[in-house]
């Protein structure tokens, strides 16, 4: 049997991991940090996280500094260059080609998990521009206060448009953005009544997007008084928001969603897991950071329960394979077989975002992720640390295919593969007849349609 | 292929096990139990594909009661007159997009079932996709679609099966009604999807195959699930490769997402897989704002592409043994709002096509003057429907998997 949650105590789980000679900071848990809290890290990065230690290695993802912000104004400048095509198919190849370079992978990481939570399709707004402004919102509120990025998404021209309230009129309420607010953005299920969502709904009254902007409407706003969870007043729209993120079950739900999207797919976190990083998020004006760095440096993270517990997203898979081997490819071709996968960034598949876990999988995504990593091995845009993946691993000194399996699964494989399934490996890149970088190229085929392979 | 003795001999035990022998006797041999099983299914048997509206279809623009006083004051922008219906019978007629409909309807090969719908209705999107989804109106007891439990209890049978029970093919992801304990149903954007890229080396493929298959001592539970998943997707991939290559049809479908996804479906059940149930789903029925136009074109989707699925299965000689269900998670207010929308409602029509329905309307229209929270109120539960559709269509027992109380509705000829 392997260990499960219920074999953990909260109490324990929560203390701060501290390396110690039976469980080192080895190479293998700082790749375990990288997939989870970013997009995976190559071979120098394990190096250096491994010198710097778990505490320090996450203080410097949650403060990237400086080069960060010059790389965020490169990345703007390039956005609106893609804007000009007025494709927003391109601005996913350009989000694509952020995450693979980021130097701030948490940042990117948090951003990604705000676009699935506030989730708006490109499909329906349609506007590349308004896309791209979203997901400036996100990445400015990536690990800073919650509250700010709900008062944010609440004047959001993509997400009103996206939940067709981009009127809003006193006669007639609006309730699609007040019942989201509710159910998916702050509170989840069981926490209100349809007639606190239809109350919320005229606190609404009045924001409306006009020619992609937001507006206040005087004429259209409700200046009665509403009661909104047993709270009332002549509530506006942003103190309508301040009853629901007051309740103890907005911190809970957000907490219990980290959770889950950062340590474990089949876990049921019950409120005694969550509850202290609950506390925390609330202790600290729901700023994310101090609870990112709970998880982050947490013996629960460090421990079986979360190590290969979760399926690799599509973009995981994807961007983690060319950030892991120092790749490049065509980010608009990625980004178009990544929707075959089911998870296209900037087109989530409704409100609700991407399911994750074990949705991810089905016989024609697994068809269709060893498919990508064929592509990936085999496209002639393809790069390897500019080169090709045998002078890659030659740079770095590995010779025998025994050396090179191990590099790779290392990089690449969050659990440990059997002898036979390495051994497999290891005759594929072995093989006659084949010259060495297409054997190479093989072997990554192979490694990356295996099932360990989809665990992140 | 199997014999015909064999036929005839795993029939029997078939209807031995519906008929209650073997499982009320306590000393029937085992092996009759497992014959039973794989007696159920088998390439010919009946078949079933849904088609969901996403996003909670405008029933009352769909079918519609375009003499009522109060459907043309509550709908000032969105009412349709009895200039433009395509006219059923009595004071209702169809949307008139829904051409495709009409001619089924001519074809006797439409049931129109009104006012269907549970009680308490849900307004949400995902609650009331979950509800229709698993025929639960709980929200704890969620975890499998009612489609996914009647696969569980067959599970004995669908072992010795190399086809999927079922297949849902679209981007989107997998319905719940689909979802199972035991038993995966893959999802499918096209049928090129079941092809494993190799580059034409078999030896690439052989490799990727046994190392997929290679035994796992002590793996995880999620590393379990996904290597019987990677297995039966490698095998999926072998036998459609093999089967739909060289599909042919007298019908020209529409260009549209829902025909092409039905045209497939064809494919599939002309390639004589054994698989029961196909899923297919055309979203964009969310309609606050602006509904005419958006509305109007997706039920000329609808229409056109069930009636060209109609007349390929025709042509095939498939007709008679598929049964087409369409159905959304809720109907819409009668009242439209200010946007030239409408917002989520309750109890709205569904549709069944095939050879075997009871054509035309089913039910009477729910009362415009008689609403529960500005919504028209339901008459037949849909579990009454799915019932129907398990027990006097697919030949499963309903009970187990919907509950007691619900008696199949007369939705089919018997």
Redesign the interface.
């Given at each position: 049997m392997?260990l499960t949650l219920a074999d953990l105590r909260p109490a324990d789980a929560w203390q701060p991991y501290e390396p110690s000679a039976q469980q080192p900071f080895t190479r293998r848990l700082a790749a375990h940090l990288y997939r989870r809290a970013g997009m995976a890290a190559n071979s120098p990065e394990l190096d250096a996280a491994v010198r710097l230690g778990p505490e320090a290695a996450v203080k410097q993802l949650l403060s990237p500094g400086e080069v960060a912000k010059q790389f965020d104004q490169e990345m703007h400048g390039f956005a609106q260059v893609t804007l000009a095509a007025n494709n927003p198919e391109l601005l996913s190849g350009w989000w694509l080609h952020r995450m693979r370079h980021t130097p701030a992978p948490l940042v990117e990481k948090m951003t990604f998990f705000w676009h699935g939570h506030f989730a708006t399709s490109a499909a329906k707004v349609r506007e590349p521009e308004l896309m791209l402004q979203q997901n400036e919102l996100f990445r400015r509120h990536s690990l800073s206060d919650f509250g700010g990025l709900v008062r944010g998404i609440a004047r959001d021209p993509a997400m009103l448009l996206y939940l067709?309230?981009?009127?809003n009129?006193k006669?007639?309420p609006?309730?699609?953005f007040a019942?989201e607010v509710m159910?998916l953005f702050c509170l989840g299920?069981?926490h209100y009544t349809?007639r606190d969502i239809q109350e919320l709904a005229r606190c609404f009254t009045g924001w409306e997007i006009q020619h992609g902007t937001f507006k206040f409407n005087q004429f259209q706003h409700d200046y009665g008084s509403k009661t909104v969870l047993a709270k009332s007043g002549k509530f506006d729209g942003d103190e309508g928001l301040a009853v629901i993120l007051d309740q103890p079950a907005a911190a809970e739900f957000i907490c219990g969603k980290l959770l889950r999207f950062f340590v474990a797919?089949?876990e049921v976190f019950t409120p005694e897991w969550i509850s202290p990083l609950a506390t925390k998020f609330r202790e600290s004006n729901l700023s994310v950071a101090p609870v990112l760095e709970m998880i982050f440096t947490s013996r629960l993270f460090y421990s079986e329960v979360a190590i290969?517990?979760k399926?690799r997203s599509p973009i995981e898979l994807g961007v983690g394979v060319l950030r892991a081997l120092d790749g490049t490819t065509n980010m608009v071709q990625l980004a178009n077989r990544l929707?075959?996968l089911?998870q296209m960034p900037l087109y989530p598949?409704?409100?609700?975002g991407?399911?994750g876990g074990?949705?991810w999988?089905?016989?024609?995504?697994?068809?269709?992720r060893?498919?990508l990593m064929?592509?990936l091995a085999?496209s002639s845009e393809t790069r390897f640390g500019g080169q090709s993946l045998d002078q890659l691993l030659d740079k770095q000194g590995i010779q025998s295919a025994e050396a090179a399996v191990d590099h790779l699964v290392e990089l690449l494989v969050a659990?440990p593969l059997?002898a036979?399934?390495r051994a497999?490996?290891v005759?594929?890149l072995d093989?006659r007849g084949a010259s060495r970088p297409q054997r190479l190229r093989?072997t990554l085929?192979?490694l990356g349609?295996?099932?360990?392979f989809?665990?992140a | 292929m199997l014999t015909t003795t064999r036929r005839k001999f795993l029939a029997a035990a078939s209807a031995a096990a519906s008929s209650g022998l073997l499982s009320l006797s306590p000393h029937a041999p085992r092996f009759l139990f497992e014959a039973a099983a794989a007696g159920a299914e088998m390439p010919g048997d009946k078949i079933l594909v849904v088609v969901q509206m996403s996003g909670g279809n405008d029933g009352l623009n769909t079918v519609i009661p375009y003499k009522d006083e109060v459907y043309r004051r509550r709908r000032p922008s969105l009412a349709i007159g009895d200039d433009r219906v395509l006219k059923v019978e009595g004071d209702i007629g169809l949307h008139p997009s829904l051409t495709g409909m009409a001619t089924l309807l001519e074809n006797r090969q439409l049931a129109i079932v009104q006012g269907v719908g549970y009680p308490n209705p849900n307004?949400?999107?995902?609650?009331s996709m979950d509800i229709w989804h698993t025929a639960h109106t709980q929200?704890q007891d969620r975890a499998a679609g009612w489609l996914g439990r009647a696969f569980d209890a067959r599970r004995a049978m669908l072992a010795q099966s190399t086809d999927?029970p079922a297949m849902h093919l679209g981007?989107?992801?997998?319905p719940l009604a689909l979802a199972a304990r035991d038993v995966?149903?893959?999802?499918?954007?096209s049928l090129d999807?079941?092809?494993?890229?190799?580059?034409g080396?078999d030896?690439?493929r052989e490799?990727?195959v046994?190392?997929?298959q290679?035994?796992?001592?002590?793996a995880?539970?999620?590393?379990k699930?996904?290597?019987t998943?990677?297995t039966?997707?490698?095998e999926?991939?072998r036998r459609i490769e093999s089967s739909a290559k060289d599909y042919k049809t007298p019908v020209t479908y529409p260009g549209t997402d829902l025909a092409q996804k039905l045209k497939q479906v064809a494919q599939l059940i002309d390639a004589g897989l054994a698989t029961r149930v196909y899923y297919v789903a055309i979203d964009g029925f969310?309609t606050?704002?602006d509904q005419r136009d958006a509305h109007s074109g997706l039920l000329a989707q609808l229409g056109g592409s069930l009636a060209a699925f109609a007349e390929d299965l025709q042509a095939h000689m498939h007709a008679d043994r598929v049964l087409t269900l369409v159905f959304s998670e809720f109907g819409r207010r009668v009242e439209e709002?200010?946007?030239r929308?409408t917002?989520?409602g309750a109890a709205a029509p569904l549709f069944l096509v095939g050879n075997r329905v009871k054509a035309g309307l089913i039910g009477k229209h729910p009362r415009l003057d008689d609403l529960q929270d500005g919504d028209v109120k339901f008459h037949t539960d849909f579990r009454s429907v799915y019932a129907a559709v398990l027990e006097q269509w697919l030949g499963w027992p309903a009970a187990p998997i919907l509950g007691e109380g619900f008696t199949p509705a007369g939705v089919l000829q018997t």
């Open positions: 392997s067709d309230s981009a009127t009129r006669v007639h609006n309730e699609n019942r159910e299920l069981g349809e797919d089949d290969g517990r399926i929707r075959e089911g598949p409704n409100v609700k991407w399911d074990r949705a999988i089905n016989s024609s995504t697994l068809l269709g060893a498919n064929r592509s085999e659990v059997s036979e399934v497999q490996l005759a594929t093989q093989q085929h192979v349609s295996l099932p360990e989809q665990l | 307004r949400s999107h995902f609650e929200p999927p981007a989107e992801d997998q995966p149903s893959p999802s499918i954007r999807q079941f092809k494993l890229e190799t580059g080396s030896r690439q490799a990727i046994a190392a997929a290679a035994p796992r001592g002590g995880g539970d999620l590393l699930f996904v290597q998943r990677a039966s997707a490698l999926v991939s969310d606050h704002s709002n200010a946007s929308g917002d989520h």
